[in-house]
């Protein structure tokens, strides 16, 4: 589908699935809205390279996911700017891997803040401008551990269970209003959030690097190969266009085979 005239704001597009969902909707013609943290020049040089690669216009919000306040207005400096956030897609997201008992309770909260409540904060601000066009897209990133769960990993797999819930929740409270809400739960892609976790798996499950990706992360996955991040973003792509208008409240399993399991 052509998404010209629509404007996508994704959360945690400065990196990995983020980045690439969103040039993949800016290729399709939407104006684009990235967050994100990171080295300002670097941020600065993937913004004018969507708008030079894809002729959109691609604008950039600092704001930090913990903050509600940052995030209301990120929203509303959105829809200033570029007249409306059609499509949302809640994708920033962090982790941090370690027993409970020894689980930092700063980790925990901010992996909660980021993965789910902020996801809570762009919907209910971005949702009057959907209604009023009677349209809209929303899309959360989630994750197989949306469906299940591995150990060591409380903060990660109690937010991204949440976000199932969230996600089945509006979507039920906009059905009639043109507006569909889907939870996108791939398995492991290779970013770098799963690349920072290395370290940490090594260390609670006392193995080396290649162990903890053929027996823990590649391990869950039947294909066993990473999921590639075009592979993500093509179901984004899906699920923004006409067709799949009748699509609302699915959480999409986009993980090798990992929750037939
Ligand atoms: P990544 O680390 O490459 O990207 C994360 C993005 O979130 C970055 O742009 C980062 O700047 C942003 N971010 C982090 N903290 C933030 C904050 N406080 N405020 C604003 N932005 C913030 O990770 P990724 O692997 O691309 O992950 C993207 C999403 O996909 C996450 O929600 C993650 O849980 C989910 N996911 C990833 C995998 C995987 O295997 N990589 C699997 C399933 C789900």
Same mark, same amino acid.
């Given at each position: 589908?052509?998404?010209?005239?629509?404007?996508?704001?994704?959360?945690?597009?400065?990196?990995?699935?983020?980045?690439?969902?969103?040039?993949?909707?800016?290729?399709?013609?939407?104006?684009?809205?990235?967050?994100?943290?990171?080295?300002?020049?670097?941020?600065?040089?993937?913004?004018?390279?969507?708008?030079?690669?894809?002729?959109?216009?691609?604008?950039?919000?600092?704001?930090?996911?913990?903050?509600?306040?940052?995030?209301?207005?990120?929203?509303?400096?959105?829809?200033?700017?570029?007249?409306?956030?059609?499509?949302?897609?809640?994708?920033?997201?962090?982790?941090?891997?370690?027993?409970?008992?020894?689980?930092?309770?700063?980790?925990?909260? /901010?992996?909660? +803040?980021?993965?789910?409540? &902020? *996801?809570?904060?762009?919907? %209910?601000?971005?949702?009057? !401008?959907?209604?009023?066009?009677?349209?809209?897209?929303?899309?959360?990133?989630?994750?197989?551990? /949306?469906?299940? +769960?591995?150990?060591?990993? &409380? *903060?990660?797999?109690?937010? %991204?269970?949440?976000?199932? !819930?969230?996600?089945?929740?509006?979507?039920?409270?906009?059905?009639?209003?043109?507006?569909?809400?889907?939870?996108?739960?791939?398995?492991?892609?290779?970013?770098?959030?799963?690349?920072?976790?290395?370290?940490?798996?090594?260390?609670?499950?006392?193995?080396?690097?290649?162990?903890?990706?053929?027996?823990?992360?590649?391990?869950?996955?039947?294909?066993?190969?990473?999921?590639?991040?075009?592979?993500?973003?093509?179901?984004?792509?899906?699920?923004?266009?006409?067709?799949?208008?009748?699509?609302?409240?699915?959480?999409?399993?986009?993980?090798?085979?990992?929750?037939?399991?």
């Amino acid at each position: 589908m052509n998404l010209k005239g629509k404007t996508a704001l994704v959360t945690g597009s400065t990196s990995g699935i983020g980045l690439t969902v969103a040039r993949s909707l800016a290729q399709r013609g939407a104006n684009l809205i990235i967050n994100g943290l990171g080295d300002a020049q670097e941020i600065e040089t993937q913004r004018a390279a969507i708008e030079d690669d894809f002729r959109v216009r691609c604008s950039y919000s600092d704001a930090d996911m913990t903050e509600p306040v940052q995030i209301r207005a990120m929203v509303e400096q959105a829809i200033e700017s570029h007249g409306a956030v059609d499509i949302l897609i809640n994708n920033a997201g962090i982790q941090f891997v370690s027993p409970i008992d020894t689980f930092p309770e700063d980790r925990f909260n /901010a992996i909660i +803040a980021i993965n789910l409540v &902020s *996801a809570f904060h762009t919907i %209910k601000a971005a949702l009057p !401008g959907m209604k009023r066009k009677r349209w809209g897209r929303i899309i959360n990133i989630a994750s197989a551990h /949306a469906l299940v +769960a591995s150990p060591f990993k &409380s *903060a990660y797999v109690a937010s %991204k269970h949440g976000v199932a !819930g969230l996600t089945k929740t509006v979507a039920l409270e906009v059905a009639t209003e043109g507006i569909t809400v889907n939870a996108v739960c791939p398995g492991y892609v290779w970013t770098p959030l799963v690349e920072r976790q290395i370290p940490d798996t090594m260390k609670s499950r006392n193995m080396t690097e290649q162990e903890v990706k053929e027996k823990v992360l590649l391990a869950a996955q039947p294909t066993r190969r990473f999921v590639t991040m075009d592979e993500v973003a093509g179901v984004c792509g899906y699920l923004v266009s006409e067709s799949a208008a009748s699509m609302t409240g699915a959480i999409l399993s986009v993980d090798g085979g990992w929750t037939a399991q």
